[in-house]
């Protein structure tokens, strides 16, 4: 599986498949420095510490606490609405939350929250996050509520 | 610092969706303006930098060439300077490192951007891509999304409310009216502000600065020449740059620019001053909640009590330290590429008293901060009067 199935214009990454291929599966990937042992996420390839590419996988806490959220209603053009061509028709979306969650150990991890009401979230709330295959084929991060 | 630098000359063109007027145009506007301003012509300039933040909202390449052949500057040096919405400072960094290192004498620094050639959904998309490529924008994250978490934050951590963040829409918005270049000079209500539409959950359209089309420019100068002009000089008494993470999901508190108070500390040590010492600041409004971090993260109040700082209308003139008196970002409007050096022009004609119903009276020191992105590269800049 290819990086872009999650990335939605970027498809060449040094990291690329190995992250995609775990989302699949239902596994999100962090990596860890093989020299130093600090761990990464989002993954990436090379240690800042160390300068090395000496780089493992590793699966990431899926518990943790909701940092922060929103909800895009004036979407960017790639999810944006087409303007509907009907005289007097309104289109209007509602949004699906976005969020940051801070799992065990301290790393953030972004994704989409779906099935909530937005004015039910709050701050700090327990929350896991999961990886999840889309209808069309793309991978995906996901926040739940515990 | 080796070698003090002064503004000598400062203006600014009308900002607005300038219809009328290509990005090369707009920057003659404004150089015109500040050479006026300085009794001067490109004559007597040795070298200028342009900041533009964008290429894609122009169409251009090398927007800065353009600009500078419309001005026929050749064959002087310019160059482009790129850091987001801070560009302008930045530009104004490189022109005061020019000049501080005795490398030119008078040096241009202009900031200039063409943003409404393109749809606000494409403007949106461009801003957008400010984000992380490829970790942040497949979540649909937009430039208001990024704030709006930062507003969550803010309001979970210390109660701040949307009713606070509004009253930050409406000061800038009652000085706005008043400054003849603003791109929306109209005064709004605080029940305008709260029934406008959501754009990203908290924040509403008056939450949101401006898509403007525009350009500034100042005119740099060493000690030996700072007297050579028109008017009396400004010195740029500290100058503090500062940088944090590409995902404001990595900071360590999402209420907090930490690019600011590192700026800041570095401007303030710099000029030998503190906070309680700035008249008259213009910050980077380019959301509400951006402003009240701001007045705590600049150290105008302590750390939560931004909210409440507005609430009690100490940001405007009369209050504490009076900020955005021209409007900011959300009532003058936002040219990315032109906003942080559209701030110089402000406080320079601040600290000369050249502000008519929205001065600062006796302002004499000055204070200006520009947050490229959400947070990712922050110039603080403080002036002092002659
Ligand atoms: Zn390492």
Redesign the interface.
Known sequence: MEFKD?????KD?KIGSTFTDALVSGKIFGTRCGRCGRTFF?PRAECPDCLEESIEFVEIPTRGRL??????????????IPRSKMPFAKVTQI?C????VEVEGGL?????IPDVD?KAL???DPFEVQARTLKNGQV?IVLSPI | MKHKVAIVGAGQGRFGVREDASQRELAFEAVAAALKDAGTTLKDVDSMVTAVAADEFSFALQPSAQMHDYLEFFPKANFRVEGACASGSMALRVGWMTVASGLADVVLVLGAEKMTEVST??A??IM?KGGD??????????F??FY???A??H???FGTTEEQLAMVAVKNHFYGSQNPLAHMPKEITLEKALNS???????KLYDCSLITDGAAAVILASEERARDFAKSPVWIEGIGTATDTM????RDA?HTLRATVEAAKKAYRLAGIGPEEVDVATVHDCFTIAEICAYEDLGFCPKGEGGAFIEDRQTYIGGKIPVNVDGGLKSKGHPVGATGVAMAVEIMKQLRGECGSRQVPGAEVGLTHNVGGSGQVVGVTIYKKD
């Open positions: 999650f990335s939605l214009f970027i990454t989002p940092l922060s959220f929103t909800a895009i209603f004036v979407p960017p053009a790639h999810y944006g949004p939350p976005v969020g940051v953030r991890v972004m994704g989409w937005l709050q701050v700090g995906t | 959904s494409q949106t998309e957008g490529a490829i970790w942040e924008y497949p979540f649909g994250m937009t208001p999304g709006a978490m930062v969550r934050a309001m979970a951590a539409f959501m754009v990203a959950y908290p924040l995902r404001i999901a990595d999402l």
